[in-house]
């Protein structure tokens, strides 16, 4: 029982969420076509991915990856410039979820790498900003770009020019928030 209790202390998020998950079965009865509401697909493919990302770091090829770019880049500010902006760039075409997945880790590792672990809470949320920043840059960068642009029926330029001034600002923001992270070299 103690271990029962223990799990549930040390997992709060996902202790919160059970417990929201069962009081919402009082708001929806469970029906026959209750297993029907769950987007199998959807979780399917994030199982995937997030597989693949352990296979990669079991492999690997993160490490490799951080030490080749810990010879380019020299220190701190420019390495969570740089991986800030592969979170902005790369949900541009991989949305801004599966970025997120991808290089969190990576992160995680190169920060470790050069004992920078201060950085880690600002780095990850930089890089969430940053991440759902580019997804704004094309439709297909989130699911909800897709509905807005397929039911307002407005060309691209359109709808790329009507989301330019966030990106900009956004993008500022990101370069602006990099004069506070020390450019400690390692």
Known sequence: MDKFINFFKEETV??????LAVISCFFVIPGNDYFNYINWQTILLLFIIMLIVEILKNLAIFEISVRKLLTKVKNT????LFLVFTCFFSSIFITND?????????????LKKVDSFDLMILTVSLETVAANVGCM????GAPHNI????LSSIPFE???MLLLPYILVSVVF?????FFIPKKRY
């Open 98 to 110: 599966v970025s997120l997945i991808i290089f969190v880790p990576f992160t995680l590792i190169a």
């Open 77 to 80: 500010r420019g390495l969570v």
């Open 147 to 150: 509905v807005m642009y397929t």
């Open 14 to 19: 996902f202790s919160i969420s059970l417990i």
């Open 158 to 160: 359109s709808f790329f």
């Open 137 to 140: 840059v094309l439709p297909i």
């Open 174 to 178: 990101l370069m602006v928030a990099s």
